[in-house]
């Protein structure tokens, strides 16, 4: 099992596979222009990622494939926008 990183943003498409334990499925643009949409799950902590997903946001995460193609979530960090506070 080899562990990897990917960057890329949040495609707006999620699925609910499973309430116990929480699965979840996460569709994900990598940063490569010409790289094809990655389909990612997760487990462990996947009901603070469902929490923290906004539409296009940007992702980081680190994990690995499995027998399916499907990129597993370890760990993961979500990019939020900054915004002005004051003029």
Do not use: S
Not at 18 to 23: A, H, V, Y
Not at 41 to 59: C, D, E, R, S
């Amino acid at each position: 099992m080899e562990m990897k990183n990917l960057t890329g943003r949040y495609d707006n498409q999620t699925k609910i596979l499973k309430l116990d334990p929480f699965m979840l499925y996460v569709r994900v643009q990598p940063t490569d222009t010409q790289a094809r949409p990655v389909n990612c799950i997760i487990v462990k902590h996947a009901l603070t990622l469902y929490y923290q997903l906004k539409p296009n946001a940007q992702l980081a995460l680190y994990g690995h494939y499995n027998t399916r193609h499907q990129f597993v979530i370890t760990k993961f960090m979500v990019g939020q926008a900054v915004q002005v506070l004051a003029c």
